[in-house]
């Protein structure tokens, strides 16, 4: 028997890395068939606003109608690449938790496709990599996206500015 997903949780915070992830989860629904479901997330880190002294929910509301945008337009794309089956949603919490236990158990989510961290050593060791943690801690599959859609290594940021001014 094939393995099916029929519920993908695609976390999206406008890296690069998540964009790879977005664009290979179409391939893979695709594949899965028409029921199979994609679910776009943005999660805003609220503990990055509790240090601000004079907390200020315009910059909140900023922050969710970028995610917004972003994520509408990620959709556009999915529905024109043939995907119908795909929703979006803005949460606020601890990126890690709402990723790897809350959204899996409340959308039944049986496949997290997830950009590699884009933190180096030292932030990583510091702060801890989502994408670690939620390797680490979900109950489902988890793949972690390394590679653009020819499957060659994702390029860093520096390295397509590079790439970009050569061309």
């Not at 977005?22 to 240090?51: E, M, P, S, W, Y």
């Not at 996206?145 to 020819?150: G, I, K, P, S």
Request: with cysteine; proline share 2%; hydrophobic share 40%.
């Amino acid at each position: 028997m094939l393995q099916r997903y029929k519920n993908i949780l695609v976390p999206v915070d406008g890296s690069y890395e998540a964009e790879l992830a977005f664009k290979k989860a179409i391939d893979v629904a695709k594949r899965n068939g028409n029921d199979t479901a994609i679910h776009l997330v943005h999660v805003v880190d609220t503990r990055a606003f509790q240090n601000i002294s004079s907390f200020d929910t315009a910059m909140v509301e900023q922050v969710t109608d970028t995610a917004k945008k972003t994520m509408a337009g990620y959709v556009e794309d999915a529905k024109k690449d043939g995907l119908t089956n795909i929703d979006y949603a803005v949460e606020y919490g601890a990126p890690k938790v709402v990723i790897a236990k809350d959204l899996p158990k409340e959308k039944d989510i049986d496949l997290i496709m997830i950009g590699a961290t884009g933190l180096n050593a030292v932030e990583r060791l510091l702060i801890g990599s989502v994408t670690e943690y939620v390797t680490r801690v979900a109950d489902c599959d988890v793949l972690v996206v390394r590679t653009d859609l020819e499957n060659k290594p994702a390029l860093s940021k520096a390295q397509r500015k590079a790439q970009q001014k050569k061309n």
